[in-house]
């Protein structure tokens, strides 16, 4: 599987982006999705989580209230839509694609998935 993001770009603080993955194959459909970031100098981090029928989703506390992550099965694509965007939500967003397992939540909190999609930078300016 691949998976392609886009929707990267410079925004201004209090501004919103909104991020899209595509993958390559309707597989996708039936595994757990998300996105992770990396900012300069530090570890890639877990940003949020939608399991395939898009009932669940997990967030890191930074991004909960701000972010939203969705999904549309019929274009297999996860979106990320950021409000209230901050200086230090700047990184590469990368979009992540894992079996459904038990342990899907903890697995995908670790950053253990299965697919890993290209990164798309997000630049915040003060």
């Known amino acids: 599987v691949q998976l392609q993001a886009s929707g990267g770009g410079l925004v201004q603080a209090g501004g919103s982006l909104r991020l899209s993955c595509t993958a390559s194959?309707?597989?996708?459909?039936?595994?757990?999705m998300g996105w992770f970031r990396q900012a300069p100098g530090n570890e890639r981090e877990f940003v949020a989580v939608i399991s395939p029928s898009g009932i669940l989703t997990y967030y890191v506390d930074s991004a909960k209230g701000r972010f939203t992550v969705s999904r549309d099965n019929a274009k297999n694509t996860v979106y990320l839509q950021m409000n209230s965007l901050k200086p230090e939500d700047t990184a590469v967003y990368y979009c992540a694609a894992d079996s459904p397992v038990a342990t899907w939540v903890s697995r995908f909190r670790q950053g253990r998935v299965d697919y890993w999609g290209q990164g798309t930078l997000v630049t915040v300016s003060s």
């Open positions: 194959r309707d597989t996708v459909r039936n595994y757990n």
